[in-house]
């Protein structure tokens, strides 16, 4: 086991981190993350799949060896390993510092994908208790081992970040083209959206010219993973064939509203069971669910819901010819994330794509193109529902009409839509 340790540790005998594990860019995270380790309490860093938790924690480090001294920075990965984390600190403690936790100063100690050890709320909870000087980063890829394990568990001692996936700015950024300059020049902006829509969420693959390699990279270590791999063993699921036939469903199809009645026939399986599974991807933040907007979250709560991929990338990756055939729903699945949206609307055959409820209701449609008839229709939508605002939003530049807001895609995450 100290050779695992020693192997993901070394800036104990370097004084650095590789710059391949610490990229220069940090994301709007990063910052946060900084001042959360200012605090005592656990750090519980949450996100999808390959969106970065890792590197943030890398890049936390890197930052942390220009005042601290390196043998009291550990970090250890269970992705692969799945060591005890008392064993672990133990032998740190004793191999490594050399002395007792309470005489050895500031210690800072990050685990990466603990969720996939067995109790590891207890390790935790146990050293953070007896050691005040102990400072906890940790990531997880399921918020429903962090809602069980850590609210009863943890409860008071930790505080979430959430990562979400790479924006579309920061795509930019990371290219080292300033967003705002884009924005005066819609058919760039447009190519570069259009690029980013393939690529969506996964820093790692931003500057990747291979098509064919960005949507392997995304099928391998983001859906295959969950299906495969995190489902079964967080929740024990053994019918691997269900689970990817319910996954693609979703992700092939972004902006399914299901009927769990329905697809459990469809599929020959039960209410309940179709169900978990739905609930299972949500856990795992593989897919999201909008909720039928009513006054009563009680209301809304039995209505039909309906499911979008995380990001548009996984639409692309598992078939490219459903990714442009259905685009309206690719660039739904795209807003959505970025306005991270709880709510859409339908009753009576009319129906609005997102409805936001902070501060008043906002009614949000997307189009692939625009008729001018969408203007008036949700102009109508915005008297029944008693909404503040109406926005439009399309891979076109629009002028408002209707009292309703237009703004293209690319420049979405620049303007006050909310």
Sequence with gaps: MREDI????????????????????????YAKLLKALQNRQIVIITGLRRVGKSTLMYQAIDHLLETTPPQQILYFSFDEEKHDPKQILKIYEREVLKKPFEEAGKIYVFFDEIQNVDGWTVAVKQFYDLYPSVKFVLSVSSTLLLSVEAVHKLAGRF?????????FVEFLELKKIKPERIMDFPRHAQTLFSEYLTKSGFPQVAAWDSEDMVAEYVRNSVGERIMFRDIPSVFGTKNISL?????????????????LNNLAKDLQSTRVTVSNYLRYFETTLAIKALSNYRPSTLASSRKLKKYYPATTSLTYAYDKNS???????????YVVSALDAQYYFREDGREVDVVLVDDGLVLVE??????SEDFSRLGKLVSLLKARKAVIISMEEQKAR???????VYCLELSSVG
């Design 402 to 408: 209707e009292n309703v807001q237009a703004v293209p």
């Design 6 to 29: 020693e192997r993901y540790n070394e800036w104990w005998f370097t004084g650095k981190v590789r710059r391949e594990l610490a990229p220069e860019y940090r994301r709007r995270d």
């Design 159 to 167: 505080t979430t970040l959430k990562v979400k996936p790479l924006t």
């Design 366 to 371: 997307v189009k692939e193109s625009v008729a």
């Design 323 to 333: 990714f442009y055939e259905k685009f309206g729903g690719v660039l739904e699945t």
């Design 243 to 259: 689970i990817k036939d319910m996954f693609k469903l979703v992700v092939l199809n972004p902006g399914l509203v299901i009927n």
